[in-house]
């Protein structure tokens, strides 16, 4: 063999096998944890704590965080000491408890050019019916850092949105509203097992029930029967149902306290906050599990992010993602007296009304539908209602 033609052929195999070589490193690289797709994994992991120790920093230098909510005292105490211990950040509540107030008052501030809130806390009807076609409200995703703030996987219904398309509401709480109690001195255990039960005349003027014609469970006790019966069998038992003579109103101590003192022996679409604080108290009151079942909905319990500049945006994003985790949830959870939209958040006190793995939310949907049933009670329910 000539030399230059063994030198050529001696290069081109060396070649070779030093691309093998390479090839079967780069292979090992890769297959070894913490190396080759790890490296993103750990750059992305160095990248996440980088990106919230900066964002801590400029809440800090922020320095406040402007809620807006319907939710309970004891949510605002238990949030504003953690929130204040833990990163040195005020938590400033405007309390507004009927949901509904909210969009005449951000509407007010907006016409005078004010934008003073950071984050909307009120129920999925207040925000998706009343402020979402006002174009009152921009999408909460963008706002999500954490990953445990993000994951879905561990909330009711495997959703983190109520609304799917926009991503405009997360719901904090997750509560299963049977929609009917009893007084367990007048009414006994098993003796209403469906919602026709309550046609019984016996029950005359004995049942006292949440207004169904504005927004609220008296009204989700309406569609819950619309959409378990249909229409008209749902409009021929509601005619009845008025022949029942049910006592109506809109202050919910006052319904749930004629029930635990005997007043009547039923109680439609009371809420169940109001029942469960009668109850710990002492009140002969419980929930009635009928056959229709009840709706998995959150009160309150949700948040929203305003249209708009925010006042404090770093903080805002900062307090979203705390109050997403398991920690901030918990204490949302507890002040609020609602189960966690959390699967991981503890339900001890709130059995009887938590929901599920399995449960799945009123959507957006069900909470429009629910909306356009305003009239229809307002027709049915006409002859009783002052």
């Given at each position: 063999m000539q030399p230059i033609l063994a030198m050529t052929l001696a290069v081109a195999l060396f070649a070779s096998v030093a691309g093998a070589c390479a090839a079967r490193q780069e292979q090992t690289l890769e297959a070894r944890p913490g190396i080759g797709s790890g490296v993103t994994a750990s750059a992305d992991k160095k990248s996440l704590a980088s990106e919230w120790e900066t964002l801590v920093e400029a809440a800090r230098r922020e320095g406040t965080v402007n809620?807006?909510?319907s939710w309970n005292p004891e949510v605002h105490i238990a949030l504003r000491s953690k929130f204040a211990e833990k990163f040195g950040i005020e938590l400033t509540f405007t309390s507004v408890p009927k949901g509904?107030?909210?969009?005449?008052?951000?509407?007010?501030?907006?016409m005078a050019g004010l934008y003073l809130a950071d984050v909307v806390g009120s129920a999925s009807t207040v925000v998706l019916v009343l402020m979402k076609p006002k174009g009152m409200l921009d999408p909460i995703e963008p706002m999500l850092v954490l990953p445990e703030a993000k994951d879905a996987s561990i909330r009711v219904g495997g959703?983190?949105?109520l609304d799917m398309e926009q991503k405009l509401y997360v719901p904090l709480s997750a509560q299963l509203d049977p929609l009917l109690s009893r007084n367990t001195g007048l009414v006994r255990d098993g003796e209403i097992k469906s919602f026709s039960d309550l046609l019984d005349p016996k029950w005359r003027g004995k049942i006292a029930m949440n207004d169904p014609t504005s927004v609220g469970s008296g009204l989700s006790f309406v569609n819950l029967i619309v959409d378990k019966w249909g229409r008209d069998k749902a409009t021929d038992y509601f005619r009845q149902f008025?022949?029942?003579e049910p006592l109506v109103g809109r202050d919910f101590r006052i319904l749930v306290e004629w029930l635990g003192r005997g007043k009547v022996a039923l109680g439609v679409g009371l809420p169940v906050r109001e029942v469960m604080a009668f109850k710990d108290m002492g009140a002969p009151v419980a929930f009635v599990k009928a056959a229709e079942g009840?709706?998995?909905g959150n009160g309150p319990g949700g948040i929203a992010r305003p249209a708009g500049k925010l006042p404090h945006p770093n903080a805002a994003k900062l307090f979203v993602n705390w109050l997403l985790t398991k920690e901030g949830s918990s204490l949302f959870s507890k002040g609020n007296s609602q189960p966690s939209a959390r699967l991981d958040v503890s339900t001890e006190g709130f059995e009887d009304v938590a929901?599920?793995?399995g449960d799945v939310f009123e959507d957006e949907d069900a909470v429009n539908?629910?909306?356009?049933?305003i009239d229809f009670a307002r027709e049915i329910f006409a002859p009783i209602l002052q």
């Open positions: 809620l807006y909510d509904q107030e909210l969009v005449p008052k951000l509407e007010r501030e907006r959703k983190l949105f008025v022949k029942q009840g709706v998995v929901a599920r793995a539908r629910k909306a356009q049933l």
